[in-house]
């Protein structure tokens, strides 16, 4: 196990959890304290949100109705949810080509009824892409897709997870933000200070709340192992843009661009917070970050580096870099404003054949990666790829 604390201290993060599963025993560490104001610290116990790591739990549920016989994957959505216009698949809501507007965040209060009411508002979601042609990140789709488990399972989100998975495996879990509060889970940090509004939490099969240790998040990793009906959900079902390395996606999982074997995985973010899991289902070994404020892609970057990719017999593929004499970005083709849910991307015509890329607010230098992609001059090397009047950074914007 690496030096938690050091990594901690190095890169400004408040606090920390890192777990890691192998032959099957799980060993883990805590770094910081849960709130900069009340400096409590982090205990290997203590609770982090996981975020987005909360969809593959969401696609774990729709995997069930689907082996049991209750879902056809391949259906359409309003086979279940009549409501919902879309003419889309359950399927396709798990492997983000639906090709609805992914970021919509309303909020519909913190009862049983708030997905209901959630999904609801989206059964004209706008269509950016037609269904199954492209990935598209959707954190809309997988609050969708924890209606469907409401409505074939009979009870809400909430109660369906902690009967279905938390429970059986004996794992400590918050589902909702009042839960959270009584069982201390860490703030978010921004800036070293505490977060006090971190935001709607309606949408909690796509990630607002859900929140446990490391060592529970790595629990339910090696019970994804040891269950053959799962296996199905790490198959590749679609493929990314190319962002620079190949990856594709399966039933909520990323498959990741390793080379010495298969690995599979999802990060999560809210507000000051972040998650990240890896899994190498072929040697038996996983790992789980959770921390608060900072940096803390630099310290999964370490914990990659320095403890997965030697355990695991697996590397990371290279991240892109900007060519040493790129060619002139063709400015005909790419100036212009793009736009999504929660996202405008405004490109302009910059000095030395270069573009000035303002995405959310943040404006940066772009040069040519490929005919078909920018990236971004200084670090982080953000790729962006372009399809006729779609510029897609993870998720698709349509040309305005």
């Known amino acids: ?167 059986p495996l004996g794992l400590t879990v918050a589902t909702t933000y009042a839960e959270g509060a009584a069982l201390h889970v860490a703030a978010g940090h921004v800036d070293g200070q505490p977060v006090t509004d971190p935001g709607p939490e309606s949408d909690w099969p796509a990630g607002s709340a859900l929140a446990m240790s490391a060592r529970d998040l790595l629990a339910f990793a090696r019970m994804h192992l040891a269950t053959p009906a799962f296996a199905v959900m790490r198959e590749p079902r679609v493929s990314l843009p190319d962002f620079g390395y190949r990856a594709s996606w399966g039933h909520g999982w990323e498959l990741h661009d390793y080379s010495g074997g298969l690995v599979v995985g999802h990060n999560g973010g809210n507000k000051g917070l972040s998650a990240y899991l890896r899994v190498a289902p072929e040697r038996g070994v996983a790992v789980a970050l959770v921390a608060s404020g900072g940096r803390p892609q630099a310290v999964f970057d370490s914990v990659i580096e320095n403890v997965f990719s030697g355990l695991a017999g697996v590397r990371r593929a290279e991240s892109p870099v900007p060519p040493t004499d790129p060619e002139p970005v063709d400015v005909e083709r790419v100036v212009g404003t793009y736009r999504c849910a929660g996202h405008e991307v405004v490109v302009t015509q910059a000095d030395g054949g270069r573009v000035l890329v303002r995405l959310d607010g943040e404006e940066r230098e772009f040069v040519a990666l490929r005919d078909d992609a920018l990236i971004a001059v200084e670090k982080p090397h953000t790729v962006l790829v372009l399809m006729n009047d779609l510029l897609h950074f993870g998720r698709a914007a349509a040309r305005i």
Not at 13 to 35: F, K, P, R, S, Y
Not at 131 to 146: A, D, I, K, R
């Open 1 to 167: 196990m690496i030096d938690l604390d050091e990594l901690v201290e190095e890169h400004g993060v408040v606090g920390a959890q890192l777990a890691v599963l192998t032959d099957g025993e799980i060993a883990d560490v805590a770094a910081g304290v849960l709130n900069a104001d009340t400096r409590a610290p982090v205990t290997t116990d203590s609770l982090f949100q996981i975020a987005s790591i909360t969809k593959v739990w969401t696609a774990t549920l729709v995997q069930e109705l689907a082996n049991e016989g209750r879902l056809d994957l391949d259906r359409p959505v309003r086979d279940v949810l009549p409501g919902f216009r879309p003419v889309i698949t359950p399927r396709q809501l798990l492997i983000h080509t639906s090709g609805i507007d992914g970021d919509l965040f309303h909020d519909t209060g913190s009862g049983d009824d708030a997905v209901e009411k959630f999904v609801a508002r989206l059964a004209d979601a706008q269509q950016i892409t037609p269904p199954g042609e492209l990935w598209s990140y959707c954190n809309s789709g997988f609050t969708v897709l924890g209606r469907i488990v409401e409505v074939l399972r009979g009870k809400p989100f909430n109660t369906v997870l902690k009967e279905r998975l938390a429970a």
